[in-house]
């Protein structure tokens, strides 16, 4: 746990391009063909993370027993959606109409502000309020969930572009 405000990058790793680091609180490695899985580890515990589903971005986490400790449900019309993380619910709203950025909230109180990239050496950017009040495996889960979701807009994005070029050519 962090004691002071900080803001945080999700870092690839100069000697492993799948690997992520969280500024000292936990690692995410991506694993598969398209990085539709990852496994997030902080303080000597791993979670499996895992996209759900075809059609939308749901996500679930499950520690080394596999019990689903965490889980994402994407809003069907609006970006964000509800994430769950240890039986404690939490709400991920856009926190910006042009960009990738979301708040991570608890009820009313915000907990942290994700800043989304889909690829690159620091895809996700974190600010946290309260650092010591946040685990680092809702940080890695969140994180791992908003990179998902900036991916799923750059695909969407490009594949407008490219219907577009194609019905004006």
């Known amino acids: 746990m962090l004691s002071a405000m900080a803001d945080l990058e999700l870092t690839r790793s100069r000697e492993d391009r799948r690997l992520y680091e969280l500024a000292g609180l936990g690692t995410l490695r991506l694993e598969g063909m398209f990085s539709r ?3 997030a580890e902080a303080g ?6 895992r996209r759900v589903g075809f059609w939308r971005t749901a996500i679930d986490a499950s520690d080394a027993a596999g019990n689903v400790v965490g889980a994402f449900d994407p809003r069907a019309l609006r970006r964000g959606g509800t994430l769950t993380w240890n039986a404690r619910a939490f709400e991920l709203r856009p926190a910006s109409r042009w960009k990738d950025r979301y708040a991570l909230a ?3 109180r ?8 889909s690829w690159g050496r620091r895809p996700v950017t974190i600010t946290v ?3 010591g009040a946040v685990d680092a495996g809702l940080l890695l889960f969140a994180a791992y969930v908003v990179r998902s979701l900036a991916e799923d807009s750059a695909s969407a994005a490009g594949g407008a572009a490219a219907g577009a070029t194609a019905a004006t050519g």
């Open 37 to 39: 899985r990852a496994t």
């Open 106 to 108: 608890e009820a009313d």
């Open 129 to 131: 309020d309260e650092p």
């Open 110 to 117: 915000e907990i942290a502000v994700l800043d989304g990239r």
């Open 44 to 49: 000597g515990v791993a979670w499996s993370l």
